[in-house]
């Protein structure tokens, strides 16, 4: 997931190519019984296409703090299946920092939205945002999406805007601001999967800081 700008780099070195977001919570630790569904095994969780749309699916609201928003530079393509993907892509971009500014390594919207590596990642994403008693703040923009799908599996790339994103730290109620850099934009490339319910989870999420690609 590789946002937000330094906390999560540092945390993440090791995982960098996959989804890059981690947190380890000095409250309470997450035990075998609370990991994300899919995530021990390390790989895609692969299910039919569902018979009914995905309307019908019990979607976990999605609320964040005030201070931190999104904008999704994206047109709808007319296609019903590839912008499916693009809307629940956006909401599982949402459930992350919903997660980090709830201090919930294993939260339900992750379950929801994520699977395999990519619920794995996630997950440790949140829990190092948690051992540091901060959160995300400010402005993030996602831009150039390309997405292809059938009925059961997508990929889709797309760019993100970190140059108005911070950590912020609660204790001492202080932003980490910097200046923008070649390396606040970040190229991501997302495999997706349909599941039962009709979701498109995330699977895998590769990411390339200062990819020359997303450079405004």
């Not at 201070?67 to 393509?77: E, P, R």
């Amino acid at each position: 997931m590789n946002r937000p700008l330094r906390l999560a780099t540092a945390a993440l070195t090791a995982s960098a190519a996959l989804l890059l977001t981690s947190c380890g919570s000095d409250e309470k630790s997450s035990g075998s019984d609370d990991k994300i569904a899919g995530a021990e095994q390390g790989g895609e969780k692969k299910s039919p296409p569902p018979s009914e749309p995905a309307q019908g699916a019990d979607r976990p609201e999605i609320k964040l703090p005030s201070d931190v928003t999104f904008t999704f530079s994206w047109a709808k393509t007319g296609d019903k299946t590839k912008d499916a993907v693009l809307a629940d892509r956006e909401q599982a971009i949402k459930a992350i920092d919903m997660a980090i500014a709830e201090k919930a390594p294993t939260h339900k919207a992750l379950r929801f939205y994520y699977e395999g590596d990519a619920a794995a990642n996630a997950q440790k994403y949140i829990q190092a945002y948690v051992k540091a008693d901060a959160r995300t703040t400010g402005a993030y923009r996602y831009y150039d999406a390309t997405v292809t799908a059938d009925s059961g599996t997508a990929a889709l790339t797309y760019c993100e805007d970190q140059s108005k994103a911070y950590d912020k730290y609660l204790k001492k109620d202080k932003v980490d601001k910097g200046p923008a850099t070649k390396n606040s934009y970040v190229l991501y490339a997302a495999k997706l999967s349909r599941n039962d319910a009709g979701v498109w989870v995330t699977t895998q999420l590769n990411a390339t800081r200062g990819s020359d690609k997303c450079q405004p």
